[in-house]
């Protein structure tokens, strides 16, 4: 089920609407300076990525998170092809299988991801194919109205196959799958996301438990909280996947978006006026890093926006008990990890790497005993 | 404006942007490369760099976004890519070195140019005259 709060829906081509996106991405003058002391930036975070046509800023984000989770496990210094995960694969975990659509909840595919599942890879699913369809004038209703007739009149593949040509030029072996599906979205999640990929093309996600923090309150303990855990995760080296409401109706966030936060400094000027800054990770292109400082926006305006908070740690991680070094920020305060039970047995016919999973995931330790497996909070 | 930092090849090839750098990109589709150069805070294709007066990436941001924009009315793309279709141009996402993508605007007479920096200079046209 998608949560209406964190249901995310991007970008309309709004200036008053962009207007409200920019004012998260306030960025210092050019008297702040860094320091190395005061900066800390998880190094090895994937390529930029670039969202274009889709609203699918929550599966890139997703992507983006998993590939370094991947990477950091493998000790790999530079990305290659083979190190990319196909978002748009990943947002069909987000909700159903025709989830080529605005919006979709991170946190469902983050808890998806904990379950090891084979992902695909950027090469098998490429995202480009499905952009030009989204960018082309009349090609999505074209298309449509080609698979509706096929449907309705059983015939004329070639004419089907020939509108999908021009967005997927390469052999399309998915394609009698695809055309056995009732739906144009169903259709098009065949097409776009294979059914199956070669080996080479798939990367097995590694044990991982997916965490979040719901910022439900407006109070500034509410902020300060978050901005504690966002501290907390990126000096363990945990990139920060972060849903933040641009623009708000009653209690509803109406437009969202997906980011991954990757670093936090302290910038100051002359005067000793300092300011912290968080560094955004967004799925807007290089050219939106470098006009917006690589990223570094203040934390202040961006934890006003911030929904919730998602990542990917390994079991048994353990976070780093270091505070960023700076002059004027009083240090935040992570909130104790509530817990209401006691421990939980195995569920019948569970394994148990699944089982030691599922427990790590919700903060207990495993423990087995004769009478069975348990996992207990404390 | 450092761009980006790898890729980075100094540009002795035009004389139009002899002092530039150059930073080298990839098609995603086909492995095709093309050199991008900063011309008054744009970074357009070199080709475009040359013939600066009738190259239209460079005088994109005059232009004023058509109302009908939008393809497809449930997808929504980020501001800097809608806002190149909305001014006839169709997105090109080009890669560096590092796989990072960049998204690039590009106009019928070929020319390129950063979907973000077209975006940029045409919002501080218009609140400019606004004022």
Redesign the interface.
């Known amino acids: 089920m998608k949560s209406p709060a964190s249901l995310l829906v991007l970008l309309l081509l709004s200036p008053a609407l962009w207007a409200a996106e920019a004012d998260l991405y306030v960025l210092a003058d050019s008297d702040f300076k860094a320091s190395r002391e005061t900066t800390h930036e998880i190094s090895n975070m994937p390529p930029i990525k670039d969202q274009n046509g889709a609203g699918l800023c929550y599966s890139f984000s997703a992507a983006t998170v998993a590939e370094q989770y991947i990477c950091k496990l493998n000790n790999c210094g530079r990305y290659s092809e083979d190190d990319l995960v196909s978002p748009i694969s990943l947002a069909g975990f987000s909700s159903n299988s025709a989830a080529i659509e605005d919006g979709g909840n991170p946190g469902l595919i983050l808890a998806e991801l904990a379950k090891g599942p084979a992902l695909r890879k950027e090469k098998c699913a490429p995202f480009p194919p499905l952009a030009k369809l989204l960018r082309q004038s009349g090609g999505w209703d074209a298309l449509q109205a080609k698979f509706s007739n096929y449907k309705v009149n059983q015939g004329c593949t070639t004419c089907l196959e020939s509108e999908i040509r021009k967005y997927f030029p390469a052999h399309i072996e998915q394609l009698s799958t695809a055309l056995q599906q009732s739906s144009f979205e169903a259709f098009l999640w065949e097409i776009f996301v294979p059914a199956s990929c070669k080996s080479s093309q798939v990367i097995r996600m590694p044990p991982v438990i997916d965490k979040s923090h719901p910022v439900t309150g407006n109070s500034p303990k509410d902020r300060q909280r978050a901005m504690a855990r966002i501290e907390q995760l990126l000096l363990s080296d945990i990139p920060v996947l972060t849903t933040v409401c641009i623009e708000r109706k009653g209690q509803v966030c109406a437009e969202g978006h997906a980011t991954v936060v990757s670093g936090i400094r302290e910038v100051c000027n002359a005067n000793g006026d300092c300011r912290l800054q968080l560094k955004v990770h967004n799925s807007y292109g290089l050219g939106w890093q470098m006009q917006n400082q690589n990223g570094w926006v203040q934390a202040d305006q961006y934890l006003e926006a911030i929904e919730s908070l998602h990542w990917l740690e390994r079991p048994g991680q353990t976070y780093s008990e270091k505070k960023l070094a700076r002059s004027s920020h009083p240090d935040f305060e992570v909130a104790p990890e509530r817990t209401v039970r006691k421990s939980i047995l195995s569920k019948p016919g569970e394994n148990i790497r699944d089982f030691t999973l599922n427990c790590y995931r919700l903060g207990g330790t495993p423990a087995f005993t004769d009478s069975g497996r348990r996992c207990d909070f404390r | 404006?450092?761009?980006?930092a790898l890729g980075i090849l100094l540009a002795a090839t035009t004389g139009a942007s002899a002092n530039a750098e150059t930073y080298r990109y990839w098609k995603?589709?086909v492995p095709e490369k093309i050199d991008i150069v900063e011309v008054a805070k744009f970074?357009v294709d070199e080709f475009c760099a040359r013939r600066k007066a009738s190259c239209k990436a460079l005088t994109a941001y005059k232009l004023n976004?058509s109302k009908q924009?939008?393809?497809?009315a449930?997808?929504?793309?980020?501001?800097?890519?809608?806002?190149c279709?909305?001014v006839a141009g169709?997105?090109q996402?080009l890669t560096?070195s590092?796989?990072?993508?960049?998204?690039f605007c590009q106009f019928e007479d070929g020319s390129l140019v950063?979907?973000?920096?077209l975006f940029?200079a045409y919002q501080k046209r218009v609140k400019g005259a606004s004022r």
């Open positions: 404006m450092a761009f980006h995603t589709t970074h976004p924009v939008r393809k497809h449930q997808l929504k793309g980020h501001p800097a890519s809608d806002h279709e909305s169709s997105v996402i560096d590092k796989l990072n993508q960049a998204n950063d979907s973000w920096d940029s």
